[in-house]
């Protein structure tokens, strides 16, 4: 079984940082594309962000864009997010898992990311 494990989360105040890792049990996360995900209270959980196998192509949603940036440490087996000028509205649990067909289905706990004064 693989066990999906994100840690680094917060209270933060906006416009504040926070770095997130990912790392799992069960799984070689160097042999996937990973994605980063979120999910507010009332709201379905969304991909954030993702980076392919080597690191050399990431994809951002526009909310992000320009204020996260993934990266991995394949020998490490963690994939990170680096999360800087943080707002309110990114207050989520953010969880990580290998994209598309190669997904884990049964997620991780997820990390809280709390961004108020």
């Known amino acids: 079984q693989v066990q999906l494990v994100e840690s680094g989360g917060g209270l933060v105040q906006p416009g504040g940082s926070l770095r997130l890792s990912c790392a799992a049990s069960g799984s070689l996360l160097g042999i996937y594309a990973i994605g980063w995900y979120r999910r507010a209270p009332g709201k379905q959980r969304e991909l954030v962000v993702s980076?392919?196998?080597?690191?050399?192509?990431?994809s951002y949603a526009d909310s992000v864009k320009g204020r996260f940036t993934i990266s991995r440490d394949n020998a490490k087996n963690t994939v990170y997010l680096q999360m800087n000028s943080l707002k309110p509205e990114d207050t989520a649990v953010y969880y990580c898992n290998r994209i598309g067909p190669f997904q884990v289905s049964t997620w991780g706990q997820g990390t809280q990311v709390t961004v108020s004064s």
């Open positions: 980076i392919t196998i080597g690191g050399s192509r990431t």
